[in-house]
């Protein structure tokens, strides 16, 4: 039962352009929301996060939206880099009290120079 | 900066053997936390540890065992390894109680035979 869903195995993207990725949970309870960076032969980054009470985040070229009603989550990057090229992680935290988070299958994003 | 090691990059060990995991966080980490990476699964939860001796079963911690006898230190046990253990083995570790962001180390790429 995957609660936290990254439809998009991978995404081909022009630098300089936008990158939309995108993430669907299941679980309303979910209170705060983080995507996180993976480059081959490293552990994720953190990158951005949400609280459950916001719309959206921004930090510099990433931007996070969250669409409540449609337990949708999306990170943009404005604009691509080439060195954006990784795999990217949503990451839902379990309601309050715990330290369980859930996360998504990864989407690889390839920003072509 | 936050740094989270891992006793090995890669490890190949034989079924029925008995594997240690070892990770390290070097910023005084409250939470401390296993995962293993598969292809289409993303990152599961084996078990956490939110304090010295103190360990939680997370979402598959079948097979696993874990141990922190020093703040610093979780280790991750595999009493008899068996093929299906065969994974990406991820640390990480998280300031206190409440925080949101985690530390990830390199991982464990362990490869049972």
């Known amino acids: 039962d995957q609660q936290v869903k990254q439809n998009s195995p991978s995404l081909s993207v022009q630098e300089g352009r936008i990158s939309i990725l995108n993430c669907d949970y299941t679980?309303?309870?979910?209170?705060?929301f983080l995507w996180y960076k993976k480059y081959p032969a490293e552990g994720p980054t953190f990158l951005i996060s949400?609280?459950?009470?916001?719309d959206k985040n921004e930090d510099g070229r990433f931007t996070v939206f969250l669409n409540k009603s449609a337990k949708h989550l999306s990170l943009h990057i404005v604009p691509s880099q080439p060195g954006d090229s990784a795999v990217y992680f949503c990451?839902?935290?379990?309601?309050?009290?715990?330290?369980?988070?859930?996360f998504g299958t990864g989407t690889r994003l390839k920003v072509l120079a | 900066d936050v740094k989270v090691t891992q006793s090995s990059r890669y490890l190949v060990k034989r079924t029925g053997e008995k594997v240690f995991l070892e990770c390290v966080q070097d910023?005084?980490?409250?939470?401390m936390f296993w995962y293993r990476q598969d292809p289409g699964l993303g990152l599961r939860l084996i078990y956490f540890?939110?304090?010295?001796?103190?360990?939680e079963k997370g979402d598959i911690p079948e097979g696993y065992s874990v141990s922190r006898e020093k703040k610093e230190r979780f280790s991750l046990i595999l009493e008899s390894a068996s093929t299906n253990q065969t994974s990406m083995y991820l640390c990480?570790?998280?300031?206190?109680?409440?925080?949101?962001?985690?530390?990830f180390g390199p991982g464990t790429r362990l490869t049972v035979l």
């Open positions: 990451a839902a935290k379990r309601p309050s009290g715990t330290y369980k988070y859930i």
């Open positions: 910023m005084d980490h409250e939470n």
């Open positions: 540890s939110y304090d010295v001796k103190m360990k």
């Open positions: 679980n309303s309870m979910f209170d705060y």
């Open positions: 990480a570790s998280s300031p206190w109680r409440g925080a949101n962001e985690q530390f």
């Open positions: 949400i609280s459950s009470i916001k």
